[in-house]
């Protein structure tokens, strides 16, 4: 009876554990393939600095800053989507993020205050932005002398199709998005056309990710 006992508990605990685990794996890999230490390496960020993430979706990025940052730094976690600020409400409360705040952006203003973060991410949600000049506008003035700004997106299929058909399709041309940072006053530091491609997790995967610093003056 009890070895029965103990087999029934046994596997009621892996039925469990095995989604968390699964969970965990999985976060693992995305780290991986999408390179996230890269990224932040990108950024040149270190403790007790702020930092926008800008899109901020689900809080991926955001939850990786927080410990990063420290308790002296801040990560400003960006979304114009209501029902998105409110689940990362949920995700600090959960989980203690105590130098994280919140900004519920409009889609022509990232609503940072002037020369108040050291660096900022936006991470697959550029092609999103119709308003791209005016929020590289409000990113840029909130961006202090020498900091950066780093975006990653899917890159486009068809480089040569109009910006409204590729925005379509979730993703967008590098060239675009260099003359974009150019005309808003940003100098361009690094180009990876290619920083992430190869199949993973049975998917294509194919972003391309640039490094801009504000121009003075």
Do not use: C
């Not at 299929?157 to 150019?182: C, G, K, Y």
């Not at 100098?187 to 997790?201: A, K, L, Q, T, V």
């Amino acid at each position: 009876m009890l070895k029965r006992l103990s087999s029934f508990w046994l596997a009621t605990f892996s039925l469990v554990l095995a989604p968390a685990v699964e969970a965990q794996t999985q976060r693992t890999q995305r780290d991986e393939w999408q390179k996230v230490s890269e990224i932040f390496a990108a950024m040149d960020i270190q403790a007790g600095d702020r930092v926008a993430d800008i899109g901020a979706g689900s809080g991926f990025f955001a939850v990786r800053l927080s410990p990063l940052l420290g308790p002296q730094g801040r990560v400003i976690a960006v979304d114009i989507d209501s029902a998105a600020i409110r689940g990362l409400e949920r995700l600090i409360r959960q989980s203690s993020l105590d130098n994280v705040e919140l900004v519920l952006s409009e889609p022509d203003d990232p609503r940072l205050a002037p020369n108040s973060i050291d660096a900022a991410l936006i991470v697959i949600s550029y092609h999103e932005m119709e308003a791209h000049q005016e929020m590289l506008a409000g990113i840029k003035q909130a961006l202090r002398p020498g900091s950066r700004l780093v975006i990653v997106d899917n890159a486009a299929r068809d480089p040569t199709a109009s910006r409204q058909a590729q925005m379509r399709l979730h993703h967008i041309d590098i060239a675009l998005v260099e003359r974009d940072l150019e005309a808003a006053g940003f100098e361009i530091i690094e180009r990876r056309p290619h920083f992430i491609d190869g199949d993973y997790n049975g998917y294509r995967r194919r972003h391309w990710m640039l490094v801009a610093t504000p121009l003075q003056g």
